[in-house]
C-alpha cells in the first residue's frame, strides 16, 4: 500500500469510530512501523484533517451540530493525588473530559487532549500516568488548569460543577 493510500485508510478507520485507534494498531493494519503511522498522522493533520492524538489513541473530530453537545470550559485546582477523584466525579455525571489547559510562563497556552468519559477512561489515564512516570500539566501551574467538559445537556454539566465545587476542586475566589 502507498503512503497517499495507507493515509487514505487511516482517515476511513478513524471516522468511523468514536473510540480512539492507538498508533501501534493502526500500524499493525497497514504493516508498518508505528514511526511511519505517526508520521502519516502528521501529514494528515498539515492537510487539515481533524485527527487528534490523546493518551488512548488518535481521534477523528467528527463535527457536531451546536445543539446536539454543550460545552464549558472550567477551572480546577487541585494536588496530584486528586486527579483520579476529579476526573471520576466528573464522568459520574455523564460528562466526558475534553481536554486540560494551563497557562505556561513562557509557552504560553498548553493543551492537552483527553477525551475521557467513563470510570475505565480514567483508569486507564491514572494507569499510563503511572507506568510512563509522567506527570500533569496542572504541576506547571501549582495545580490550576482548566477541563472543556462536554454533554448532551447543561445539567449534567451543572451537576459535575456542584461535585467538583462540593470538592474543594472547582476553583472560585473563596479557594483562590
Known amino acids: 500500500m502507498s503512503g497517499t493510500e495507507r493515509r487514505d485508510f487511516i482517515i476511513g478507520l478513524l471516522k468511523k469510530t468514536k473510540q480512539p485507534i492507538t ?10 512501523s508505528r514511526q511511519v503511522i505517526v ?13 487528534i492524538a490523546t493518551n488512548q489513541g488518535y481521534l477523528y473530530l467528527q463535527q457536531q451540530s451546536p445543539n446536539h453537545l454543550h460545552r464549558r470550559i472550567i477551572i480546577c485546582n487541585h ?16 460528562v466526558t473530559v475534553l481536554d486540560v489547559i494551563v497557562e505556561h510562563s513562557i509557552y504560553g497556552e498548553l493543551t492537552g487532549s483527553l477525551m475521557i468519559n467513563s470510570r475505565a477512561d480514567v483508569n486507564q489515564f491514572v494507569t499510563a500516568l503511572s507506568n510512563y512516570e509522567a ?3 496542572s504541576v506547571l501551574t501549582n495545580g490550576i488548569h482548566l477541563h472543556t467538559l462536554e454533554a448532551d445537556s447543561m445539567e449534567k454539566i451543572d451537576a459535575a460543577c456542584k461535585a467538583l465545587a462540593e470538592a474543594g476542586i472547582l476553583y472560585t475566589e473563596r479557594n483562590k
Open 135 to 137: 506527570t500533569l500539566l
Open 79 to 94: 494536588t496530584p493525588d486528586q486527579t483520579k477523584m476529579e476526573l471520576d466525579m466528573i464522568v459520574d455525571c455523564g
Open 23 to 32: 498508533g501501534q494498531e493502526l500500524a499493525n493494519q497497514t504493516n508498518v
Open 39 to 51: 508520521t502519516d498522522v502528521a501529514l494528515l493533520k498539515t492537510s487539515n484533517e481533524p485527527i
